[in-house]
Every structure is written in C-alpha cells, then in structure tokens.
C-alpha cells in the first residue's frame, strides 16, 4: 500500500483539470446517487461511533470510576458495547456500499469508453497504437481499482475521522488539542516528502520490473539460438545485470520509507510524551482532568493515522486522476466517420462511382490520393495495383467509407456514401482484409460478427456458398470448434475461409478484397483460391491484388502510382502501353526466372 | 485427477507432492540459510523493537500514577517517553529495511537460479514447456516466496510483542487479562480466514479482467473485421457480458471483505469495553490502579495489528509453499543433453579440411513412439554442401537439430570429424556450427551485439568481415545509428532478407566448420530471395553446409541433394538426376513450386 500509485510528472493534473475530472466523475455516477449517498450516511455515523468511544472511556473513568459511582460506570459500559455494535454494522454497510459504488463506476466507464472506441473510424486507430488502447480499457481503469477497493473508503473515513477527531479534542479541551497538534507539521510536510520520494522510486522500480520482465522473456524465447551457439554465460550474466538493477530500485525504495517509518513511530510516541508531560502539568494546575488527559493520550491515533493514511492515498489520486483524463479524452474524441442524421438506406445494387478524392492521412501532409475519378459496374471486377504505399489501399478503404474522402464523393448506386445508413452500407459493400482474423471463440461466433442476427441454417448456407462444408464438417466439433485465441487452432488457409464465409454471409453486393502477400499451407491454398472464385462470382469486385493470377482475371486494372490513377484498362492493353504495369509484370518475371 | 486413478496411484501421487513440497521447503531453508546473519540481526532488531514497543506503555503507566495522579515531577517520565520514541523509532524503520532488502535478495538470487536453471534444460524440454508458465514461475510466484520472508523477521517480533503484552497484562491482573483478551484470537482466525477466502476472488477477478483485456484487444487489431462487417455491437456486448462479470467478482469481494474486515476492527473494541466494564469495578474495589486501566487499553492495541499479521502469514505462507512447489518442480527438473563425463577434443589440423560428418544408422523421433528418422545413414565430407529436401514434416529439420545435439537419437550415431558428438562438451560441438535458424530471431539489441552474439569477445574488424560476407554491411551502414542501432521488437524494424543477413553474419562470425542454413529465403519477400541466396552462396564455400530447402531456388546451392520422404533417405544425387528419375522427387518440388508461384507479388515492393 505504502506505494500505490505511481505517476509521471507528465501525467500529473493541474488544478483546473482535476476539478473538471471530478465534474464529469459524478456526472457519470449519477445513476447510482443513491448508493452514494448511503456510502456516505454510513460513513458519517460510523466515525462518529468509532470517535465516540474515547469519550465514552473518559465518562466511565471520570464520572464512574474516580467518583466512586458505579451506576455511571455500567451506564459507560453498556453505551460503549452499543457504539461497539454500532461501529461494526455501519461498518459492514460501508464496505459494501463504497465498493458497490466505486465497481459500478468502473463498469459505467468501461462500457462508456469501449462504446467510444467502437464508434471511432479507422483513422482513429492509424493515430492511437493497439497497446496503448488497450492499456486504456485495462490497466489504466485497473489502476483506479485499488482506489475502488480501499482508497475511497480510506479517503472518505479518514478525512472526516480528522475533522471530527480536531473537533471532539476542540470540546474535550483546547489547551490539549494545541499540544497533540505540535507534532503535526512535521508529520505532514515527511509525509509529502515521503510521498514524492517514494512515487520516485516506485517509477523506477516499475521501469525495472518491465525490462526484468522482457529480458526474461527474451531468454526464454531465444533459447534456440543461445543454445546452438552455446552462449548460455552470456545470456545469464546479462540477465543478471537487469535483475540485480532491479534490486537495487527495490532497495532504494525500501531504503526511501525506512526513515520515513522510522519517523511515524517516533512522532506518535512523542505526542504521547508531550500530553504526558504537558498534559500532567495541566491537570497539577487543574485545567483538566486526569480523564481527559487520558482520553487524549487514546485519541492520538485517530488524529494521526488518518493524516498518514491521507497522505498515502495522494499518489493513488494524482494516478487514478491521470487515468481519468486519458479516458476522458477518449470520451471526447469525436469519430470522424458518423451516420448522418438525414441518412437513407444505399439501394440493393448500383454502379460504384469514385468522383475527384482526394485524401490524405492524419499522420503525414503528403495526399494519399489526389483527385481521383473512377467508376465500377456491376458486376465488374476491378484489380488494383502499384508500390506499396502508392494509394492502392487506400482507395479500396474510401470506396467502403472506412474513412471520408477530405473532398470529392464516393456514390454507390448514385447514393453518396455519406449519407447512407452505416447499416446498409456494411451490407452493400463488404471488405473482406487480407489476413483472416478470427475472435476467440466458435467457427460459428466468427461468422456472426458478419450478422449477429444470422441463423444456423444461414450460416451452413454461407459456408457451403463458398464450398467449406466438407472441410469444416473434418473437425470433431464441426462449427462449433473453438478458434482459440487469433484463431491459432486453425491454419492461416483455414482462417482465411472463415473470412470469406463471414462475407458469403453478408452476401453484399460489392466486395473489397485486400489480396494475401504471405505464405497460405499447400493444402488449403487450393480451396482458399476456389471460395474467393464462387465468392466473387456475380458481384462487383475491387481487388488489391499482388498476385498476377488474380490481375489476369479482372476486368480491368487500375496501377495506382503517386497518389493517382497512373494507368487503366486490361491485362493486354496495360502491357501494350508498356508503361507502370509493363514494368511490374516484368519485375514477376524475373523474379520468377531467377528459380 | 482422474476418476480411474487406483489407490496406488494416489498413493503414489501424494507421496510426490509431498516429496515435492519438502523439497520447496529445503530450497527456502537454503535461500535463507546464506542469508542467516542478515535475518537474524533483522530478528534481534524486530525483536528489541518489541520489547521497547512493549514498554512504553510501562512508563505512560507510571506517569500517569506517580507523576500526575501524586502530582510527581513530569518533565523526567516526558523526556523518557520521547526517548523511548526515538529508539522504537529508528528500531522500527531498521527492521523493515532489512526485512524488504532480505526478502528482495532472496528474490533476485532465486529467480537468477531459476534463470540459469531453464536456460540449461535442453530443446525437448523447451518444445514442451510454455513460455507464460515459465515466466510466471519467474515472477507472480517469487513474488509470493518474497512476501512470505519480507513477514519472517516482522513475524518474530510480533510474537515476542504477543508474548510481552501478555505476560505484563497477566502480572497486572490476570482476571482483567482473560476478560481483554478473550475476542483476540478470533482476530487470528478472522485475519487468516480473510486473507484464504479473498485470495482465490482476487484470482478470479484478474482472470476476467484478462478477459476483458482478450476481448479490446482484438476488437482494435481486428479493427478492420468490426469495421468492415459493422460487427461494434456484438463486440460490445462481449465487452458488456466481461465487464458484468469483473462487477460481480468484485462485488463477492466486497462481501467477503464486509464479512470479515469490519469485525476484526471491533473485536478489540470488545475486549476494551470488557476492561472498562469490568476492570472499572476492580478499580472502585481498588484491586486496580486507575493507571493500570489504561495501560489495559493502550495494551490491547498493540495486541491487534501482531495477531492480524500472524494471522495473515498463516495464509502468506500456503501461498509461498506452493509457489515453492512448483519452483522446485522446474529446478528438479534435468537436462536431458549434458556434457560427457570424459569429453574428447575435436581435431584440429591446420593442413586438413575439417567438418566431416556422418549419421550411422540413426533412429529418432520426438515421440519415441512416433519416428521422424529411421536408419538414417549420411556422410558429407568436410567442405561438401548439401540440400536436404522433403516434403513438410519429412523430418529435414530434425537432421540438423540432431547434429546440433538439441536432441539425441534413440539409437544410431552422429560424428563430426570422426568423433561421436556424444563424447564432445556440448559448447566445443556448438561453436563449430553455424546455424540461421528458418525463423530468425534476433536479439532486442545493437546490431553489433546481435551479430558478435556468437563470439562476444570479436574485434570490429571481424564484424564488419562477417557482415560483409553475409552481404550485410551496405544496408547496416545506412541504418540511424549504423553497428550501433538497436534491432529486435522493441527496436528499428528490419525486412525481413534485412534479418536474414544478420543472421548469416552472426552464424559465420566464429569461422564455424559447419554451416546450417534452415532455408534463410522463406520467410523473405520473393523479390528479394535472390540476394539472399547470393550472400548464401559467398558463405557457404569452401565450408560444410547443410542447405534444408523449403523453396526450389535454394536447392541449387548445393552439391548433392538428399531427399528425405517417409521417414528415411529416398535418394542421394544431383538436382537434375533426381528431377530426371525420381517421380516422387518431382511431385515434391512441384508442391513448392506451386504454392510459391501463387505467392509472387506483381507489386515491387
């Protein structure tokens, strides 16, 4: 605990910020107000029970004991066994009220910021790496769990345990009250210190962690290679520099609280010296009574512990507060590619017409496309070539509107895509990427992230659509077989039928395909190429195409160089204008010849 | 465990877990044992610092009745209390540094063992063993070893407090005592209990975040799939069903904590309204001090945090023990391949030409039950090149594993130079072969480093002779940092023919006899095999080479084809007598040939 948080200077939130942060935390908590403020109630009374127990005590010795009455003594001890069962029962609630609010929370935040991922456009994932969106949804909203769990309640408890205990002190007697506060700046300005020290060091030893954790890996991954050449020394005394680099940061940050321990123990016990002596010398003069004395030499510990334990939770705060602004500023990034409020349904078929786009991406000035016009038929199949990075891509991404063209008009069916239903638009036009990538879970399941509403029978019909039955009815579990992670139970071939059934299953009538450069088993090569056939059979095809098979087959070609239509036409023509195309067909071939 | 286990079994199951779990008790005692002197000044310190903690209340005591009940001198009983502060104090800090610095010690000298351990076991175990396991054993289970010793010296000085507080409130009033102390041990239970049942929920909910984490993830790299099918829906209702169920594990969590957390904070509080109620009487009878009241009630809380943490150990402690458990299975574990007893040297005549090898009936498969090779019978002479051919899974890999020792063969032989590998130390085998494995894998490091891996201690001028044979120096030379960029996952991404290269650098930077080349052009954009094979070609003559094709153009690198089909060689030859008299040859050059026509790019890339 004594080092929660962890937050770079970077991260850590400025006033205004972290008011705003707070704003938009109970904005989204509103729907469980409720719980909120029974998390509250409780808090409320269970500190006054616990706060009420010293007082209690010095009833009982001073009304009780001292005055020889013991009437008053029992009347103390049934009191303090009531405010026992007080404590304890507010208590319960309190747990399960704070931790009901603080999960419901993260639920809430959870769901909210995924719904916002979802909605982004593609050019939202060019801009934010994988990792790092996934360590929003995981470890930045983890991180605030611990705060959940513990750090509200402590947070809330502690601060008002200070506040009542300075208060009942204030009653119980002013003179004292100065006395048990001498101690208090030194303890907070060693518990800011502390705190700042041990974020520190915490940073470091996190860092260390990671790469300890990477170069472990490493050897246990390149085992091979450090066998073959049999450097396993080596290996190891590298390794051991990273982990003994690592002891030192835990070192040092143990070496960071040992003092400031050490001086937690002492004030509390000087406390106690000073209302001793102090506090003694009071009660000689008569000031107050040897109760009250008593009673603050019980209540130093609630005047204490809650300033150590606020101080505690500033790392925890400034962390979940930095995590909060990043999610926030997922929550306000608005997507660039939304349903217009006025759309309509794209008609069943038309002609695919791309009108003077030009496009270029977040991330460099130079145009991706510029000014490009070009019209599919239906029913014609369109292959796409040129180097990569020329724009191919591109274009097919714009004609399925996975991104806005920044001017000119992609129209299906003389509909701009753009005010087309999203809808209606993923079942015209389907874009099947080059690797098949499959979700954890059944062959089924991977079918129905084409249409979650498909029946069983409409998923057969896809599959046999484009001939698979055979081969999927091989597995024990036929459909229903679990892909495993990425889908690593089947081959690539395998997956990329799953991909091909998923549109066979949409059954659109334009489908945009992004052409396999790697390597496909042999085996299911063959039936790959044969499904992608019966696929494109009847449908308006745009091809990204890096095979030469698949750009003899296409009714026309499009080289795509220097962010523009370079060349178009067939096979034949293209290699007549002995211009981009001729050249990428004799690359082919040398590069066939040289086997 | 399965229904149809007989009792022998069991027994014989239970005997290994127990055997196992002793031996993880002995690697603890060992771990600790050299660290002895240092625990133990952390126990003589946790101790004093008990002892000391113990009395101060003593001397709040005596302050109380002598110095403000008989209006005594203060200033002394003041300055002593603040004194006593200052020792308990420094004690106190002292004895949580050396319990975190021991137990963090114990910690990073077990997982270097655990380290070396794993990278000693050989290849068979590797095949088998998963690598998140093994990192787990490396990290979340010596985490569990070092929270359980970090508590041993704190543990120590909470029993010796236990004890002092006990006897001193025993001596006061021993009726008192019983009545304070009666709610205590429920405190050690309820802590125990507490920390067993929260345990397997915390687990738990980890395991649905991970979930979770499953579920994003592939909802942004497949991104395009969500997109392209508008699939966010059912993604999102993915993500709903984890999110639901971290909120109810989380909330199991809460109630246990509910269940246990409020009730060890009161139970004190009872035994501190039983002083009051009862120890008020003693004092109006005047079997008690008023002084002795309070010192009752300052005792009972230093009775409370000890009893949770002993409490607390208990569990810590059955975690330790079985994360110990299944550190001692790996370290138990022994390499299959080891160094001879009595190893012999290889030649090494100047005026020879050296890397002569031979296979003399060898049988092996990885699955003994299953054969890879069967009466396997192969010489090459020394500088002789070879491509070994077969169809996917023929076993051409395994030739050259065997060679390196990664396995060894069930019955049969394999020589270099005329000496059983068997009988050579395993580094003297290894450092006179070069291999580039089919799937390079380099290092997260400098290119200098990933390619004098093989010789760390090589000059620059012998790196800059191996990258330039490997046809590497030109593009090395154009990277942001020339010798000194860092490569690898976390470093400047390379093409792959770019890895390649570095790979045959780093395989013939120790003049090795013997060249493995597990076909370098497969994982290559075809456009570039070509000059693959070129810096192939410039490595491999004049040394032994085995070539293990996956595609048609590396065959031709080498001098003699051997062709491996149904476990064994099929024939032995030049390229084009194969290809003109053996059908079976033909059909499986032509499946490479087929599924790599499919894959040329009409894009230069």
Redesign the interface.
Known sequence: MWHAGGVSDEDRLSRAQARTIIGRVFKMAAPFRKTIYLSFACVIVSTATTLS?PII?RH??DA???A?N?GE??K??VL??IV?SF??IF??????FV??TG??F??VL??AV??Q???Q??AF?DRNK?GV??AR??ADI?SM?ELV?FGLLQFLSAGLMLTFAIVVLLVLSWQLTIIALIVMPILILASIKFQRDSNKAYLVVRERVGAN??A?????????????????Q???RK??IS??S??AA??KS??V??????????????A???M??????F??RGTVT?GT??AF??LL?SLFDPVQQLSQLYNTVQSAGAALNKLFSILDSKPEVDEHPAAIDLPETGELKVTGISFAYAASPAPALEEVSISVGVGEKLAL????GAGKSTLAKLM?R?YDPQTGMVEFGGVNLKMAT??S??NRI????QEG?L??GTIRDNL?????DATDAEIESAIAAIGATEHFAQFADGLDTQVR??GSRLSAGERQLV?LA?AAL?DPAVLILDEA??????GT?AEV?HALERLMNGRTVIVV?????T?QRADKIAVIAGAQIAELGTHTELLALNGHYA???N??AL??S?? | MSVSETDSEVSARLELEQTQRSEGWKLLRGLLRDQRRNLLIGGIIGITWASFKVAIPQVTKFAINNGIEKDGPLLGWAVTIACLGVVTGVLSGLRRYVAFRESRWAETLLREKLFSHVLGLDIGYHDKAQTGQLMSRASSDLMQIQAFIVMIPITLSNVIQIFAVATILFITDPVLAIVAMLPLPFVNISARRFSNRIHPISVAVQAEQAQLANVVEESVSGVRVVKGFGAEQVQFDKLEKEANDIFGEAMKAAKIRSNFLPAIDVLPALGAVGVLGVGGHRVLSGQLSIGDLVAFNVYLTLLVWPLRNIGMIVALGQRAAAALVRIQEVLSTSSEINDPAVAKTLPSAANLQLGAIKFDHVQFGYDPALVVLKNFNLEIAAGESIAIVGATGSGKSTVARLLLRFYDTNSGHVFLDGIDIRKLRLAELRQQIGVVFEDTILFNDTVTNNISFAKPNADHADLERAAKLAGAHDFILQLPNGYDTVIGERGFSLSGGQRQRIAIARAIISDPRVLVLDDATSAVDPSKEGEIRDAMRTVMSGRTTIVIAHRPGTIALAERVVFIDESSIAAIGKHDELVATNDRYREVLASMEQSKSQQTPVSAK
């Not at chain 1, 609280?257 to 000087?270: D, K």
């Not at chain 1, 389907?430 to 990427?433: A, D, I, R, S």
């Open positions: 127990a005590v009982g010795i009780g004991i001292r020889k013991s003594l029992n103390s001890v303090y066994l026992v404590t304890y208590g319960r609630l309190l747990f399960v931790n009901r999960e419901s993260l639920r959870r769901l995924f719904r991922m979802q909605r456009s593609m994932y994988a969106l996934v949804m995981t983890e769990s769990q954790l990477s472990l890996q490493e050897g246990i991954t390149t085992v091979r290679v450090i066998q073959a050449y049999a450097q396993e080596e290996a190891i390794f051991k982990n003994r690592l002891f835990h070192e143990v070496r609280s040992t003092w400031y321990f050490a001086l937690i123990e002492f004030s509390g016990v000087l106690s010296g000073l001793i002596g102090i506090g003694g010398w009660v000689h040897l004395v008593v030499v019980l510990s070539v040129g180097p990569t399925a996975l999203m809808g638009l993923r389907v874009v099947v990427p990538f979700f954890n129905r992230i084409a249409r979650a992670e990425r991909a998923r949409v450069t790697s390597n496909l088993d042999p090569e190429e195409a890096h095979r030469l098979s750009v050249q990428l067909a690359a082919w590069s066939h040289t086997n």
